[in-house]
């Protein structure tokens, strides 16, 4: 094969896989989950009604329950109120002391730490990622092959850049798992 044919040939495979991998972040992006009843964009609705995270049940969704909890901790309380439907884990809206979300889920909790750029965007990271959003951005994000929406509402540090991991903070998010 001549080098024209074969670096068209590789052009034209970049060029498909570029597409097929717009049109999947597209599709997720939109913040759907398995459900077409569940959308988070600046807050969480079920069927395109907001959820009240103070109330005990989604309106509307006879087998939802939301669980409320909180955590006294050095740095103050944390609250988080855990939704569920027919028992399974669905969504969960946090207000930490602390610059870290973490997905309370059956078997694990996965975290990210979160610290503020210069330029005013949110840095999400672990030991083995990292992510960039803004503040009231939908991001989506894979823990060990689970797909979630994440949307941070709220964030203020308030501690020194040189503390130590976790940091005192300010953050309210919440967070949609998708199938």
């Known amino acids: 094969m001549s080098y024209r044919f074969k670096k068209a040939a590789l052009l034209q495979g970049a060029i498909i896989c570029f597409?097929?991998?717009?049109?999947?972040?597209?599709?997720?992006?939109?913040?759907?989950?398995h459900d077409?009843?569940?959308?988070?964009?600046?807050?969480?609705?079920?069927n395109n009604k907001p959820v009240n995270w103070q109330q005990r049940r989604?309106?509307?969704?006879?087998?939802?329950?939301i669980q409320k909890d909180s955590v006294l901790q050095p740095e103050g309380i944390t609250r988080f109120n855990t939704l569920y439907k027919e028992g399974e884990w669905?969504?969960?809206q946090e207000q930490s002391s602390l610059n870290v979300i973490r997905l309370k889920l059956p078997l694990h909790t996965p975290y990210l730490y979160v610290e503020q750029l210069a330029n005013g965007e949110l840095k999400l990271f672990?030991?083995?990622?990292?992510?960039?959003?803004?503040?009231?951005?939908?991001?989506?994000?894979?823990?060990k092959k689970q797909l979630?929406?994440?949307?941070?509402?709220?964030?203020?540090?308030?501690?020194?850049?040189?503390?130590?991991?976790?940091?005192?903070?300010?953050?309210?998010?919440?967070?949609?798992?998708?199938?």
């Open 90 to 92: 669905i969504a969960m």
């Open 19 to 33: 597409i097929a991998a717009c049109s999947q972040n597209a599709t997720y992006n939109t913040g759907n989950s």
């Open 148 to 179: 979630f929406s994440i949307v941070i509402t709220a964030f203020i540090l308030q501690d020194e850049k040189s503390a130590p991991l976790p940091r005192r903070a300010k953050l309210n998010y919440t967070a949609l798992k998708l199938k």
């Open 36 to 46: 077409s009843e569940w959308l988070l964009t600046d807050a969480l609705y079920y």
């Open 126 to 143: 672990n030991q083995q990622h990292t992510y960039k959003t803004k503040i009231g951005e939908v991001i989506n994000i894979t823990f």
């Open 58 to 65: 989604v309106n509307g969704c006879s087998t939802c329950l």
